[in-house]
């Protein structure tokens, strides 16, 4: 070896030391970055799922809000129509009750024009049971008493209704 210009004394010395310097590195310097960079590796992958956890919140918060929106405008437009009904059935009522009260005012108007109807007829049959006893005593030349009088007014209105009947 010496021919070779090796010194084993140096070549053992430094093989020494290399595998000393190789173990203290290995130790001191490889190990911590090692694990450093596995801790990041760690983190990076952590990161990349609360990424797509992310994501896939999103989307179906996403997806919910949406549903959220559909049912509200569902909701929506059943409550517009619950409100048509609601409006249908108040004026339907209304259109009830104003027909109710032009029925009893028309059934009022009846009652109070065949009131008025039945007065005036009674009026005008005692004018008529009057002029016609004044007519009579001036005819017969006497008075008539009560019993005659009757008497005489019924047989007037008869002949009166049955001229009327035959126009």
């Known amino acids: 070896m010496d021919a070779l210009g090796i010194n084993l004394s140096g070549l053992i010395t430094q093989i020494v030391s290399f595998v000393i310097l190789f173990v203290l590195l290995w130790s001191v310097l490889y190990k911590p970055v090692i694990k450093m960079l596995d801790q990041r590796s760690e983190r990076i992958k952590e990161s990349l799922e609360a990424s797509q956890r992310a994501q896939q919140e999103a989307a179906s ?97 008869k002949e009166g209704f049955d001229i009327g009947s035959r126009n």
């Open 61 to 157: 918060s996403a997806e919910e809000v949406e549903r959220q929106l559909e049912a509200a405008r569902a909701e929506g437009q059943q409550l517009i129509a619950q409100a048509r009904d609601v409006a249908e059935r108040f004026r339907e009522d209304e259109i009830a009750k104003v027909r109710e009260d032009i029925t009893a005012e028309r059934d009022r108007a009846q009652a109070n024009i065949q009131r008025e109807r039945d007065a005036a007829i009674e009026d005008l049959r005692r004018e008529f049971a009057g002029l016609a006893i004044v007519a009579a005593e001036r005819v017969i030349g006497r008075s008539l008493d009560e019993s005659d009088h009757h008497e005489l007014i019924d047989q007037v209105l």
